[in-house]
């Protein structure tokens, strides 16, 4: 299944969950287990297990398309996924790794809400899906949740920009 399609189904279990009073307890778990969430209030943990569904992701699936909605937010267990734009010739190419214990995909936190690259995974991927849409209601609504977010996935963009300075640094030193 591609990956709108596959969000689609998760967005709909997501709703039916919804539906329960309480989150499943296994979901709190794995949330406040997660290194991008450690730390994390126990209340802000169960607001999330309400919008969260565990996934799996097959070698070589895609997870989402650059310029699909971006309605959801992964938290990556175990695996690795590789994000890839496209050179001028449609040829794609390696843009970023995320790799167990990280989070996946921040395009759902800021306007337009369309992923900006496509997301494969390159192994075999167990990782929680929270819904982007309820992601932003929750934030809207709670602003020590919504800080908490803003502060954490700024720390990961911090970290990722960094690295790709540096690759391209040492990539344009070799090349010389």
Sequence with gaps: M?????FLSLHWKVLHHLEMSRPDPEIER?????PF?????????ELLALSAMPTEFDAGQIIFRA?????????IETGTVVLEGKLN???PV?????????PLGWS??????????DARATEPCNAICLSGIMLRQHRDEDLTLSHELYKRTSEVMVRRLQAARSKLITEQKSSQ
Excluded at 108 to 117: A, D, G, I, V
Aim: aromatic share 14%; no cysteine; charged share 15%.
């Design 2 to 6: 591609g990956g709108t399609g596959l």
């Design 30 to 34: 794995r949330l406040a287990a997660h």
């Design 37 to 45: 969430l450690q730390r994390m209030s126990p209340h802000h943990i």
């Design 67 to 75: 310029g699909d909605p971006a309605n959801g937010f992964y938290l």
């Design 89 to 91: 010739d449609g040829e």
């Design 94 to 102: 390696v843009i970023d790794t995320v790799s167990a214990g990280e």
């Design 108 to 117: 759902w936190l800021f306007s337009p809400y369309l992923w900006q690259f």
